[in-house]
């Protein structure tokens, strides 16, 4: 089968005008995406890409960064500054030129800007057990005070069954109804914009019966578009409807009083370390 993104598995180069084509074609069925723009492409990348990255993965050790909270189990993050020289580097093809204007033509968002930090993004591992609650994204990148607005995961499993868990969910933005839910399964890309209200992740624990891990790309962009008007606000989780799914609804009003009454000195000290504990 073809692969739709006609990366060089060799070279790691993505034509210019072929990725702005390519971004055309599915440009229509990105922005009538309900109930906020996203779409599921599979076969993304040529499955020499997939492979090797798969084995970079296996060399890893311990994620300089992980999750074990209510909201957020048994999740790793490994920064591509840290990973794998060939996985490195197809992270820098996605920050590329022609990748972005791939996803403008796409997404209709003009002015997309890469994330030189990497921030959250790289390689995410979930291991037996764990999940992400449904969320919606931090709204601003801090160090750049840009406006997130499109996040794009690629993932790295065999093919993947849906009773496995880990399944990536997209819910209306009163957060009644679920109404798409893709499985992780190998090489299938999946793209959504952003928001304050664009609710989505992967509630259902992973259950591989071979004990394998949900592993995926992760990728983050912005545009220009923040101004201090705006209220920046760290994730958001909800409960998905009759379940026990944990909240961020207390957490976030503890944090904004904390910011209120704190010199800002102290409270940088105080609630990083709250965050990290799932306070």
């Known amino acids: 089968m073809t692969e739709v993104c006609p990366i060089d598995p060799n070279q790691l180069r993505l034509d210019n005008a072929a990725a702005k084509e390519l971004g055309k074609s599915y440009a229509e069925t990105y922005q009538s995406g309900e109930p906020y723009h996203h779409i599921c492409i599979d076969n993304f990348l040529p499955m020499e890409i997939i492979e090797k990255v798969r084995a970079d993965v296996a060399t890893l050790e311990e994620a300089e960064r992980s999750f074990d909270a209510a909201e ?22 996605f920050n590329s030129r ?5 996803l403008e033509e796409m997404t209709g968002i003009e002015g997309l800007i890469p994330d030189p930090y990497f921030i959250g993004a790289g390689i995410h591992k979930t291991l037996t057990g764990g999940y992400l609650n449904i969320h ?14 499109l996040n794009m995961l ?28 893709f499985t992780p399964t190998e090489n299938r890309m999946v793209c959504f914009s952003t928001g304050s209200d664009t609710w989505h992740g992967n509630p259902e624990p992973v259950n591989h019966p071979d004990g394998l891990p949900r592993l995926s790309i992760a990728l983050y962009y912005y545009t220009a578009t923040w101004d201090e008007t705006r209220i920046a606000h760290s994730t958001l989780f909800k409960p998905r409807p009759g379940s026990n799914d ?7 009003k503890r944090h904004r009083i904390l910011k209120e009454v704190l010199p800002p000195v102290v409270h940088r000290k105080v609630v990083g370390p709250m965050r990290r504990l799932g306070f």
């Open 246 to 252: 944990a909240s961020s609804e207390g957490r976030a």
């Open 72 to 93: 957020e189990k048994l999740k790793s993050q490994y920064n591509p500054d840290r990973l794998p020289e060939y996985t490195r580097n197809l992270f820098y093809v």
């Open 136 to 149: 919606a994204d931090f709204n601003v990148h801090k160090q750049m005070k840009i406006e997130r607005r």
């Open 154 to 181: 690629i993932y790295l499993n065999p093919p993947w069954k849906e009773e496995w868990g880990g399944s990536f969910e997209v819910w209306d933005k009163e957060m009644k109804t679920k109404k798409a839910s």
């Open 98 to 102: 022609p990748f972005i204007q791939f």
